[in-house]
Each structure stands twice: as C-alpha cells, then as structure tokens.
C-alpha cells in the first residue's frame, strides 16, 4: 500500500514540461519571423556640406526607389509626415529635417517631402550626401 500512495502523490502536481516547450517555441518563432528594417540608401556624393554633429534636434526623412518614404526609420505617407512636421515646428522653433534620398529615388517624392516642409513652415531643411571620394 505504501507504493500507491507515494504514486499518487506524484500525480497530484501539474506537469509545466509541455507547456514549457510550447512557450519556448513560440520566443523562437517570433524571434526568427521578427522582421528588422535596415534602411539601404545609397546617398550621392557631395564636395561641400556640413558634418552631421553639428546639427541638432534632426529629423530625417529617407527617400526609397520603391517609393517608400521613412520618417526617422518609420514608414510613413506624405500626409502623416506633413502632420509631423507640423507638430515638431511647433515645439522646436528652428527644427531642421535633413532629406536622404537613394540615388535611385523618384524626385517627385523629393518634392513632396521639401513641399510638406514648407507646409509645416520649417525653413532648416538640408541634403544628405556621402563625402566625395
């Protein structure tokens, strides 16, 4: 009799092992499936221009060939960024947006984001290019 009793004291606790597995698995799936946006711009080059540290408070808008337009690494659309812009001139007088465009860009998108600066009244727009050589 006193085998049965130390059995069923075992069978009394909950077995985690599966469900254990199954939350492990599920870290490695989304780990795995997890997308990382790396944004590939392949800047043209320029002679002149001015270092980047000594700007401040940047926003930067990235122009993609496909057309994709990126607010500070995050997609956004035209109207979404004219509203930010607005927003940050607001409450930083003098903000300055540097535009990054792919040589491969569309200039139409160039046109857009420098005419949503304009909306937002921000006058502290700039070029990014690589350095010549």
């Known amino acids: 009799m006193k085998i049965r009793e130390e059995e069923e004291a075992e069978e009394r606790g909950v077995n985690l092992t599966p469900m254990i597995d199954v939350v492990f698995l599920l870290i490695i799936f989304f780990m795995v499936s997890t997308t990382f946006i790396d944004l590939e711009i392949d800047l043209p080059e320029a002679s002149s221009g001015e270092s980047s540290e000594t700007i401040s408070r940047e926003m930067v808008v990235s122009l993609l060939p496909d057309g994709r337009i990126y607010l500070d690494d995050r997609e956004t659309t035209i109207e979404a960024l004219t509203y930010a812009l607005q927003r940050a001139a607001e409450r930083?007088?003098?903000?300055?947006?540097?535009?990054?465009?792919?040589?491969?860009?569309n200039f139409e998108n160039a046109v857009q984001v420098v005419d949503a600066c304009k909306i937002a009244k921000i006058t502290n727009v700039a070029l990014r290019a690589r350095e010549e050589g």
């Open 92 to 105: 930083h007088p003098g903000q300055v947006v540097i535009i990054r465009g792919d040589r491969a860009a």
